[in-house]
């Protein structure tokens, strides 16, 4: 089970954590992924860290101002948000990859998903 959380208002040029938890530890070839979707417009990725390893991966649209990380300890995987412009108001997805194989930005390669939370961006 993913459990995000951590959205809210915020305006524009401000800064927002969001979190999602994991009921247990995802094993070591799992892909953490966020992906938003606004209304009106199709999902999109985000971000995304390899459990191992850490590697990381963000849209050409976050790149800079987002920062995905994750903690072990706590099962729980970070995207912290800076500089946010009206245009990353969204509900925020995590997501959970289960190999390696197949593309991390494409979000029909996740087999789980979290419930969302809602950003959004005041100009």
């Known amino acids: 089970q993913l459990q995000a959380c951590g959205g809210g208002l915020v305006q524009a040029g401000g800064s927002l954590r969001i979190s999602c938890a994991a009921s247990?530890?995802?094993?070591?070839?799992?892909?953490m992924g966020w992906f938003r979707q606004a209304p009106g417009k199709e999902r999109e990725f985000v971000a995304a860290?390899?459990?191992?390893?850490?590697?990381?991966y963000y849209a050409d649209s976050v790149k800079g101002r987002f920062t995905i990380s994750r903690d072990n300890a706590k099962n729980t995987v970070w995207l912290q948000m800076n500089s946010l412009k009206p245009e990353d108001t969204a509900v925020y997805y995590c997501?959970?990859?289960?190999?390696?194989?197949?593309?991390?930005?494409?979000?029909?390669?996740?087999?789980?998903w979290g419930q969302g939370t809602q950003v959004t961006v005041s100009s």
């Open positions: 997501a959970r990859k289960a190999s390696y194989i197949g593309s991390i930005y494409s979000g029909p390669q996740y087999d789980y």
């Open positions: 860290i390899f459990w191992s390893g850490g590697s990381t």
């Open positions: 247990r530890r995802p094993f070591s070839n799992y892909v």
